[in-house]
């Protein structure tokens, strides 16, 4: 049985996301007195005490508009309400009750779900003080303060009894192989996720900037666990106005830290530009396995797929590790193809070698090429070995390694990616030269050694 489910729902800005954090001792979800900013569903694993664990999910703010934004965040909603075991419907004491507020309560007074009044931002408030909520009738309300973590521990308290058993695991923030899906606005991040969980699971809308979260999905397929991310869209700086938005950009950039394999959506009808160079930047810089995904490729004719494969050649010759990938995942044409790609990526990014068989490459590629000289002295390199994963790190030792060439650095990388047969996955090469341990060091004469310097120098000045 999976661990017990509790959602939160209300309207904008009564402290939904603020009480996530809190819950899950994170600053997962983005908060601020920006009415409307979580639109999507977040997750997270939590211990509320007594080994009680269970999954917490955010909601979008609950609206009576009808607009395209606010109908979907509604839909997202009801999918978390029928994943739920409790619901912990959240209204702000500051704001008082509001005529949404009873919209809300009935429609939850429906559903055959234990529910939790919750009552926000109420420092200093005792039920006495409180007495208007009790007319949503859904009991007595507790009163909290999810900013400054009062009233938590009753809150915990009052939802333990209500929660179902669940069996006994080990519960990690991210399972599996996690992948994050990255690119510009509106390119289709969120629809190809759909279109891998086969259901709409993050807003997939035709409007730049819908996802502002960053959403970790656990997801299994064919008996491997994986924890898709789907990021905010992030544009070229001069175009993020948004104080959010920026928090946003944030976010999708700690993504790439989580992450183990990244697919880097591009839009087939705008081919590659500037920031996704940008982009492909940040990722080379994380050393994470990489997918180039160019979406929206049906739409093309001949000529205009001959035009994006040759630009891509060109711009994204320095991630020349990395697969391209053309689908369209609006109709699901080549999605499914993409997991092979990410479990050999996945694996190739963690893998480990012998010490020996990378000193056999590192001797080979002396012998194919020698490293040149700077400022007149040969570079030597004597040795090396694996240091690290995610990326594979090789350490190479030897002498005059402090200033080694750039040109010959690719040289060393493509030379060892090949040898290793790596796919989908940068290399890092770190150098370290061996210093000599007698520098600066005056050797300590013996009485004889003394003795026989002045009979040379004697000897030297005579002739």
Known sequence: MSSPVISLVGRPNVG???????????????????????????????????????????????????????????????????????????VSNRDGLTSLDFEIAAQLRKLKKNIILVCNKAEGLNQTSAVEFFELGLGNPVLISAEHNQGIDELINTTIPLLPESIEEDIQELEGIAVAVLGRPNVGKSTLINRILGEERVLAIDSPGTTRDTIFIPFERDHQKYTLIDTAGIRRKRSVDEKIEKFSIIKAIEAL???????????????????????????????RALLIVINKWDGLDDYQKSEVKRKLDIKLSFVNYASVHYISALHGSGVGKLFSYIQKSFNHAGSRFST??????????????????????????????????????????????????????????????????????????????GDNPFKGNKNTLSARQIQKKRRLMKFTKKK
């Open 356 to 433: 020996s068989m990378l000193n056999k490459i590192l001797e080979s590629a002396n012998d194919t090429h020698q490293p040149p000289p700077v400022s007149g002295k040969r570079l030597r390199l004597k040795y090396v070995h694996q240091s690290d994963v995610f990326p594979p790190t090789f350490t190479l030792h030897g002498n005059h390694l402090q200033s080694i060439p750039k040109s010959y650095e690719r040289f060393l990388k493509n030379f060892f990616t090949k040898a290793l047969k790596l796919s989908n996955t940068p290399i890092r090469l770190e150098f370290k030269s």
């Open 16 to 90: 939904k996301s603020t009480l996530f954090n809190r819950l899950s001792k994170s600053r997962r979800a983005l908060v601020s007195e920006y009415e409307g900013l979580t639109r999507d569903r977040q997750y997270a694993k939590i211990n509320l005490g007594e080994n009680k664990r269970c999954t917490i999910i955010d909601t979008g703010g609950l609206t009576n508009e009808d607009s395209l934004i606010d109908t979907a965040i509604h839909e997202q909603v009801l999918s978390a309400l029928d994943e739920s075991d409790v619901i912990f419907f959240i």
């Open 257 to 287: 830290a989580e992450s183990h394999v990244v697919i880097l959506v591009l839009d087939a009808h705008e081919g590659v530009t500037e920031q996704d160079a940008t982009l492909l930047g940040m990722i080379e810089d994380k050393g």
